[in-house]
């Protein structure tokens, strides 16, 4: 627990400084602790050392962890790639959904969500960098997704998330970030209620300090507060 509890202490002093160093609020990012892998009493001694929204990739495993810990009052973000024959159970339990890129699955949430009598907050995922081994809609197509789903009644897009090529050199991942907080300016400016479109989910446990810099509102970090994942 005292190594959660120091690793979530270094994570917070990391974007308190890369706040500092843009001119931000540090309240104004926050932290998603993905918990993929981790087990639940792993996750109850990090909420005991201070956190309180968790990132999961995968329902059925996270559906086990909500159970196992449904005496804590927590936040869960689904942040994998989630199929629509998943979404009646992410639906119902999930908070926010990260990672809608297709007009199907924006229905179907959209479908399952309404039944609810619920709105469900989302996140457009966004590919940069080109690779076709990622999910996300391109950013040529990103307008067109976007009309579509904010059109739905169960479903309030609140921003854009991406997951952008691993690059050593942080430098080099910038433009990406960067790239990011412009589409979503573009689509504020097109939007009939901006406001509410200002969520930024970017930045990893190795390069979060970038994203920040660059206009995060949500970092999505793991390894440096649960350490290394087995293989």
Known sequence: METIRANLQR?????????????RDPASVRLIAVSKTVAPERIRQGVAAGLKVLGENYVQEALRKMDSLADLDL???????LQTNKVKHAIARFHWIQTVDRVK?????????SSLGKR????????????ETKAGVDPEELPKLYDEVSRMDGVEVR????LPP???????VRPHFSG???LLQMLRDRASDPDRLTELSMGMSHDFEVAVEEGATMVRVGTALFGA???
């Not at 994570?11 to 001119?23: E, K």
């Not at 699955?105 to 969500?113: G, H």
């Open 11 to 23: 994570v917070q002093d990391r974007i308190r400084n890369a706040c500092l160093r843009s001119g």
């Open 75 to 81: 936040e869960w973000h689904f942040i994998g790639h």
């Open 105 to 113: 699955l924006a229905r179907e949430i959209d479908r399952r969500a």
């Open 120 to 131: 469900m907050p989302v996140l457009l995922q966004v590919r940069l960098g080109g690779e």
């Open 159 to 162: 921003g854009l998330m991406t």
């Open 166 to 172: 691993y690059l050593e050199d942080l430098e080099a």
């Open 180 to 182: 990011l907080r412009r």
């Open 229 to 231: 994942r087995p293989q």
